[in-house]
């Protein structure tokens, strides 16, 4: 079982920048790929940075160039330190945790509870 806890969201001016923070605690050794999402009202679900175990990441086109996600593995933490926001970015942003199954071969994915962005003057 992994538990994510997330922080930093918030209201931001757009040109602002703003971090959020993930912190995974429970059955974190199988974790393979963590992230985040995010969803707007009417939208589905979308990704916006992925970053493995071994520090390779991947962007949503949105947000690349503005976006950097980054792990730190001692504190099973990772950060989405978002710069130049716009009011598009307004969303809910989702923690996600990635499990591989070794015993039947499935992935399993967490999700933290949420936590609002929102950019607006």
């Known amino acids: 079982q992994v ?3 997330e922080s930093g969201g918030g209201l931001v001016q757009p040109g602002g920048s703003l971090r959020l923070s993930c912190a995974a605690s429970g059955s974190i050794r199988s974790i393979v ?3 985040w ?3 707007a009202p009417g939208k589905q679900r979308e990704l916006v940075a992925h970053i493995t175990s071994g520090g390779s990441s991947n962007y949503a086109d ?3 160039g503005r976006f950097t996600i980054s792990r730190d593995n001692a504190k099973n933490t990772v950060y989405l330190q978002m710069n130049n926001l716009k009011p598009e970015d307004t969303a809910v942003y989702y923690c ?5 199954d070794v015993v039947i071969t499935m992935i399993k994915d967490y999700w933290g509870q949420g936590t609002q962005v929102t950019v607006s003057s």
Request: glycine share 6%; proline share 0%.
């Open 3 to 5: 538990q994510l806890v």
């Open 33 to 35: 790929r963590m992230g």
């Open 37 to 39: 999402y995010r969803q």
């Open 62 to 64: 949105s947000v690349k």
């Open 96 to 100: 996600n945790a990635r499990d591989f």
